[in-house]
């Protein structure tokens, strides 16, 4: 089996790229967490295209139950085709809805599952995922069926630490913390978005990102994909790096800065 080393699109750290194959030699979910837009969903993707393989994904919200990932039975459309009725009745199956991990179980080819952003859910949503995601199967009750996977998926879930995970699922995962990358990393990412762009810009432009990042009271700091962001419009606005050191020396304010600060208390503060 390949192994995953990054690709054309994701830089991955070394560290990235034996937690990812380390996850898949111990057919354990791969638990992946860090700050916001450094690049936790985006992994699962191109782990789906290092490895030519298919890739479910699961968006997690609030209201979303572990229920929802197996199957949904439609009870309300049965009993309106039964009072209309429809011949459809008869078979309960064509009223259960399946969920992304019944697809990812019945895939006739081994698929990347991804569960985005699990902690978003109800604390107790990792817990009744338990037995799914360690034997690979469930039983359905309205049709009798043992749902079990063809082939065992492999598992990418994703989490921004808005909450703590329960000891009993972290048990079950391999763990990996994608920290902020490096200066030296982050300019490679930057080169993959953008190959041809002005050496100079993209040190000044980092210069300016990490000033920012540095601040003491700043409370949302940007982000990868925030720089990605910033530095596209840098270029769509012609500023050149001379304009940026003019910003450096604090003669002049940083511009298009609602691309890399989210909130008004953040931009007061750079100001």
Not at 26 to 53: C, M, Q, R
Not at 59 to 80: C, F, M, N, P, W
Not at 143 to 156: C, L, M
Not at 220 to 232: G, M, Q
Request: aromatic share 8%; proline share 3%; hydrophobic share 40%.
């Amino acid at each position: 089996m390949n192994t995953f080393q990054g690709t054309d699109n994701y830089i991955a750290s070394k560290d990235l790229s034996v937690a990812v194959n380390a996850a898949i030699q111990l057919e354990k979910p791969l638990l992946i967490k860090g700050e916001p837009g450094t690049g936790k969903t985006l992994l699962a993707h191109e782990i789906s295209k290092a490895l030519n393989k298919s890739i479910i994904t699961w968006h997690i919200k609030s209201t979303t139950t572990a229920q929802q990932g197996l199957y949904e039975y439609d009870a309300v459309s049965r009993l309106r085709d039964s009072q209309l009725g429809n011949d459809k009745v008869d078979d309960i199956s064509n009223y259960i809805r399946k969920g992304k991990l019944w697809q990812a179980f019945e895939s006739e080819e081994q698929v990347i599952l991804l569960i985005d952003e699990i902690d978003k859910a109800d604390i107790e949503f990792p817990n009744d995922l338990l037995l799914e995601l360690d034997k690979m199967e469930f039983f359905c009750y309205e049709t009798g069926q043992e749902v079990k996977a063809i082939h065992r998926p492999i598992v990418i879930i994703t989490s921004n630490n808005e909450k703590e995970l329960p000891d009993a699922f972290l048990r079950r995962c391999f763990f990996h913390y994608i920290a902020f990358p490096e200066r030296d990393t982050l300019k490679k990412i930057v080169d993959v978005h953008y190959p041809n762009i002005a050496t100079d810009l993209v040190e000044r432009a980092m210069d300016i990102f990490y000033a920012i990042r540095n601040q003491r009271n700043i409370k949302k700091k940007p982000s990868t994909s925030e720089l990605i962001d910033w530095i596209k419009l840098l270029m769509v606005g012609k500023i050149n790096e001379n304009e940026l050191d003019e910003v450096m020396n604090g003669h002049q304010s940083t511009p298009y800065l609602g691309a890399l600060l989210k909130n008004e208390h953040d931009k007061h503060v750079v100001r």
